[in-house]
């Protein structure tokens, strides 16, 4: 285990901090975390914040799945009162992992006049998790993940590596402009973007923001952009 950290007087024009760590478990279950911020005031008008943050992990029983367990014979399954399996019908399956997930942002803030500005805030952020090729089960509550099982077993993988392992990925950008046209009133104009897909890796923001299902690939795509106008005037009582 290990920790470190670096950063600059924050009430300097230019200032930073990055924070890295590093864990490890019994297991030798390892992680390593990055964080940088950085702020930079241009001028008294304009400035901006820069952030990435980085975690990798490895991790020997990462949960997988609750599955009902595989049902032979005419031995009636056991319900609870709100016909719900109970959980001694079911198993808790674990598999191997190696995980990361990133994010980026960006902040600006840009002051035209007193009562002009823009603010921009943009966010990239990425989810993924490589499994093994077995996953294991949780036979008892008081002991280890045991067994190796092949994850052709468990049917569909297309369905499961969709459902279970991460490949998230998202972008969202928010823009606002503001005009005070007079004291303590306001007009805004709001440009909103969000994108994200489940199910497909990406190397660079370019790609999600391009990437288009036109070949009915095994994902989930949600999407939306949207303007605002909005006015607000202070009425002297």
């Not at 049902?71 to 719900?84: A, I, L, M, V």
């Not at 052709?152 to 928010?174: F, H, Q």
């Not at 046209?181 to 999600?208: A, D, H, I, T």
């Amino acid at each position: 285990k290990g920790f470190l950290s670096i950063s600059s007087p924050p009430i300097n024009d230019f200032n930073f901090s990055i924070n890295t760590i590093v864990t490890n478990n019994e297991l030798n279950d390892n992680g390593k975390n990055l964080y940088f911020l950085s702020n930079y005031k241009l001028t008294k008008w304009f400035d901006f914040e820069l952030g990435y943050g980085l975690h990798t992990s490895n991790e020997k029983y990462h949960f997988l799945m609750i599955r009902q367990k595989p049902h032979f014979g005419e031995t009636p399954r056991k319900f609870d009162f709100e016909y719900n399996l109970y959980t001694e019908d079911q198993e808790y399956l674990f598999t191997n992992s190696d995980n990361m997930e990133k994010h980026l942002t960006l902040r600006t803030s840009i002051y035209f006049k007193n009562n002009i500005s823009t603010n921009m805030y943009l966010e990239y952020f990425v989810n993924q998790s490589n499994f093994g090729d077995t996953y294991s089960k949780l036979l008892n509550d008081f002991s280890y993940p045991e067994g190796n099982f092949l994850f052709t077993s468990l049917g569909n993988l297309e369905e499961i590596n969709l459902r279970y392992n991460a490949k998230y990925t998202s972008a969202i950008l928010n823009f606002v402009f503001q005009w005070e046209y007079k004291p303590n009133s306001n007009l805004y104009v709001v440009y909103s973007y969000y994108k994200q897909v489940n199910g497909m890796r990406f190397n660079n923001f370019k790609e999600l923001i391009e990437y288009e299902n036109i070949n009915n690939d095994l994902t989930e795509t949600f999407y939306d952009q949207s303007l605002f106008l909005k006015c607000d005037y202070w009425f002297d009582i």
